[in-house]
């Protein structure tokens, strides 16, 4: 009886450890992913599980799910910037240019999902009969808030919301700061340099979230439609003598030998102007603004880099 009794103990024992080393995989094992309905620019799609091969056409989406610690097998294989240097490693896939997708390379990947934005957009009807291909070009009319729509979407596809909200409070809570800063900071002005030549750009065009969102009023109101920037002179500059000028140097963005922006600054007029005067010329991270754009800590970087500009005044 007494054996029996042992024997019987045994199982009960054998049985509940069993359970719970099932309980303990239970919880180690992921959650299985629902499908999701992802909108973007050129449609909506529908992801039957969340990706795990990812291939990235744009850094704006590389640099946030390098910050939400989503991993991507192919990138972009050119004019990786310095903080994204990790992906030039021969682990990630080359998958082409920002303009020109390597479909062969692409489609050796197996991917589950493609990413385009603005430069590689209008190849997604190509790139979809690879794989299920998003477009999540930001609305340069709304940049901010395309942007964290944007990230959001990525929190969604792979189970990173909590992530994601983390980074865009951190992101509002900086630009309500700035903006209480630069309400009483002056009228603004926004010049990208290239090739010896200026462009100014107003509150709807790709840079305009220095007005539209960083509270700075624009020091040129007729540049409202020149969502691409319109051409200017050291005599426009001077007229609009603006209290900051931000500049941005897309040379430099994109390793092209040319005149430096603070080079081509070093002009008789421009040194007549508030900014110049007052020390208030910011010469803006060209890669971050350029060439990045949207990404959450490209977006945290602007801020803080204009907030600190300030700061020192």
């Given at each position: ?6 024997v ?20 180690a ?8 309905v ?6 909506e ?32 294989g050119?004019?990786l ?36 934005a ?8 190509e790139?979809?009969?690879i ?23 990525l ?9 994601v909200?983390a ?25 990208l ?27 040129v ?14 005599e ?16 430099l ?14 002009n ?25 754009g949207?990404?959450l800590p ?13 700061e020192?005044?």
């Amino acid at each position: 009886m007494i054996g029996l009794i042992c024997v019987r103990w045994h199982k009960i024992r054998v049985s509940a450890l069993a359970a719970a080393c099932l309980a303990l995989i239970g919880l180690a094992a992921p959650a299985r992913a629902e499908p999701v309905v992802v909108k973007h620019v050129q449609g909506e799609i529908t992801l039957p599980a969340r990706p795990q091969r990812v291939v990235t056409l744009d850094f704006t989406s590389l640099e946030t799910l390098d910050a939400l610690g989503v991993p991507v097998t192919g990138v972009i294989g050119t004019l990786l910037p310095d903080h994204l240097a990790k992906y030039k490693d021969a682990a990630y896939v080359k998958a082409g240019t920002l303009f020109e997708p390597d479909y062969e390379a692409i489609n050796a990947i197996k991917p589950d999902l493609i990413i385009v934005a603005a430069r590689s957009g209008p190849k997604l009807p190509e790139l979809a009969k690879i794989a299920p291909t998003i477009d999540l070009t930001v609305d340069e009319a709304n940049y901010v808030a395309s942007a964290l729509a944007n990230a959001r979407t990525l929190g969604r596809i792979f189970g990173k919301e909590t992530e994601v909200e983390a980074l865009i409070g951190k992101l509002e809570a900086s630009i309500a700061a700035l903006r209480t800063k630069s309400a009483t900071a002056g009228k603004g002005l926004i010049v990208l340099t290239t090739g010896g030549k200026m462009s100014a750009y107003g509150p709807v065009s790709r840079f305009g979230a220095v007005h539209r969102d960083f509270g700075f009023a624009p020091a040129v109101e007729s540049l409202d439609k020149a969502v691409h920037g319109q051409g200017i002179s050291f005599e426009l500059i001077l007229k609009a003598n603006p209290d900051w000028l931000f500049v941005i140097d897309r040379d430099l963005a994109v390793g092209r030998t040319g005149q430096p922006a603070a080079q081509l600054l070093e002009n008789p007029l421009i040194a007549r102007t508030t900014a110049w005067q007052k020390k208030q010329v910011v010469y803006l991270d060209p890669v971050r603004w350029y060439l990045v754009g949207g990404g959450l800590p490209s977006l945290q970087n602007c801020v803080e880099q204009i907030a600190q500009a300030i700061e020192r005044k």
